[in-house]
């Protein structure tokens, strides 16, 4: 008996580690970039769900014999890692998730933007809330998801109120941690973009203690593995093009893009229309000027040790790009 337990145990120890050799090759296949493939990381909201929704990148890219592969990510630098360790080639994100991943040895590059939307994002309070001022928030905790766009419109705003970061107990969450937070009392204010910022003041009656404008520019970012933007990119540019497109039918037909959106997302006509009426159309190569912003964010990032190192930004971007980006 004890010769056939210790033969048994070897066999399936023996199989054991065949099956994970073999789910180990499959994930290192899947994460290798492909000749053949796109995989595009996503969040819960934006031109990307729109686009995904519509399908016309498969159509075109078919024609260049390119699948499509679509991953949905909670928040941007949850889809940067995703950049980061091979299992995606192309994402959009806000400002600050590019300069953590970036400081974190992310090999990225910033292949397009679309405009400020500085009112996409806010800090908000409750509705029976006593604080009525930025400069109020000193002493507060302050929800918000780290590394993400608010990250930097939170530095600003406290700024802005004479308050400095070290002065406020921040509350790392996914915005979904956050709402929870919030609706509970555990927080005493959060700092959120759309469409999150949108639900919030429909549904739970979220005051706006101040959003980004006159503070920060809200870019969103699109960016790609500097493998797969050397590889093929043909089939980013391709991309880039139908984003352009659905931008442009987005800005003008806002009712019927929440329409697309809503059982994409879950939230109500309302919200989404709301949040939309927010957002940023049409996609630009990045310039030189937005760059700039960008090294503005990383470097008040490193002064807080936010970030383990100083970087610049345009390392982040292809040397023609840097060329166009000059002229």
């Not at 308050?163 to 937070?181: E, F, G, M, N």
């Not at 790609?224 to 590889?231: F, L, N």
Request: hydrophobic share 45%; with cysteine; charged share 20%.
């Amino acid at each position: 008996m004890r010769n056939f337990q210790s033969s048994t145990i070897r066999t399936l120890f023996t199989a054991a580690l065949a099956l994970a050799a073999f789910l180990s090759c499959a994930v290192a296949q899947n994460a290798l970039p492909s000749d053949r493939v796109i995989r595009i990381g996503y969040q819960k909201y934006g031109t990307l769900v729109l686009l995904k929704a519509r399908g016309s990148l498969e159509k075109r890219l078919a024609a260049m014999h390119i699948d499509v592969q679509w991953t949905e990510f909670p928040a941007g630098p949850q889809l940067l890692e995703g950049l980061n360790v091979g299992s995606i080639d192309f994402g959009t994100v806000g400002e600050a998730p590019p300069i953590f991943a970036q400081a974190a040895g992310a090999d990225l590059i910033y292949v397009g933007n679309e405009p400020a939307a500085s009112a996409a994002e806010a800090i908000v309070v409750p509705q029976n809330s006593p604080i009525k001022s930025l400069s109020e928030l000193k002493g507060k905790k302050i929800a918000l998801n780290k590394g993400s766009n608010v990250h930097y419109m939170l530095l600003k705003l406290l700024e802005k109120g004479g308050v400095k970061y070290s002065d406020i107990d921040p509350i790392y969450l996914t915005p979904s941690d956050a709402r929870a937070a919030f609706e509970r009392g555990s927080v005493d204010a959060w700092a959120i973009w759309d469409p999150f910022f949108a639900a919030a003041q429909k549904q739970i009656k979220a005051r706006i203690l101040a959003d980004g404008q006159g503070a920060v520019s809200n870019h969103q970012f699109f960016l790609a593995s500097r493998a797969y933007a050397q590889k093929r990119p043909d089939v980013v540019s391709a991309v880039l093009d139908e984003v352009a497109s659905i931008d442009a039918w987005a800005k003008e037909h806002t009712r019927d893009a929440a329409a697309v959106l809503q059982p994409q997302i879950g939230l109500d006509q309302p919200t989404l229309e709301l949040a939309l009426s927010r957002s940023g159309y049409g996609v630009k190569p990045v310039t030189d000027a937005v760059m700039s912003e960008q090294q503005q964010i990383a470097d008040a990032f490193f002064n807080l040790k936010l970030i383990p190192k100083h970087i610049n930004v345009r390392d982040a971007t292809l040397p023609e790009t840097r060329a166009q980006a000059k002229q």
